[in-house]
């Protein structure tokens, strides 16, 4: 096939696939993709959207740029690759099932530690740069629209099945998702300005305060609030 040739004639320019240890085309093809969308988050944290290009991303993957072009045609298309890969990972931390069985206050509690995680990690600051990119973009902007509307559907339902025995009704249940990510979106642009000795812990403790509040009226919020 013309595609296996081709992607084996750009992995050998990166130096992969020695005599007598190669692997499978398409293992070493998937292994580039991902070495190339790991580049990409990497370099977008260092130095901003508008500090990357391509060339950049080659060199950091270690591969060559004919490798890039053959997986991505353009910027846009490996940033909309770097944001899948983010979402999945999230996806991966993001195991709200696991405290279906905890009272209200507690499940609160692990939640909102478990999203801070993610919104508050390093590779995140990767989406935000994005995200910035993605303005200037009407091919990104639109494909992203499309994408984060399923996942924000997928989310909102697991969020409502996760508070079901609150007696708050779905669509607060689901408005309080909505203001949980605003929130946190925006601690994690104050950590990028303060740096990583912030602390978070005093604001966290009252957005858990205030959600509890909604989701269990009278109950007394898991952990201290100070």
Do not use: C
Request: aromatic residues 8%.
């Amino acid at each position: 096939m013309v595609r296996a040739s081709q992607d084996d004639m750009a992995e050998a320019a990166d130096g992969e696939g020695r005599k007598g240890a190669r692997k499978p085309q398409q293992e070493r093809s998937s292994a580039t993709r991902r070495k190339l969308v790991r580049a990409t988050i990497d370099l977008l944290r260092e130095r901003g959207y508008a500090g990357v290009t391509t060339p950049d991303i080659a060199d950091r993957a270690g591969v060559s740029r004919g490798a890039l072009q053959y997986h991505f045609a353009g910027k846009e298309e490996i940033y909309f690759a770097a944001i899948q890969e983010i979402s999945a990972w999230m996806d991966d931390e993001m195991k709200m099932s696991l405290f279906a069985g905890l009272p209200i206050p507690e499940r609160v509690d692990r939640v909102v530690d478990q999203h801070w995680a993610v919104f508050g990690s390093d590779d995140y600051i990767a989406v935000l740069e994005i995200r910035l990119y993605e303005r200037f973009n009407d091919w990104l902007h639109q494909n992203m629209k499309t994408q984060l509307n399923k996942v924000t559907e997928v989310r909102d339902l697991e969020w409502v099945r996760l508070f079901a025995d609150s007696p708050a009704d779905t669509a607060t249940v689901v408005r309080l998702r909505g203001m949980v990510l605003d929130l946190l979106r925006g601690f994690a642009l104050r950590k990028i300005q303060e740096g990583p000795e912030a602390d978070f812990g005093p604001p966290l403790a009252l957005l858990k305060g205030v959600l509890v509040g909604v989701l269990q009226p009278g109950a007394p919020p898991a952990g201290p609030v100070g």
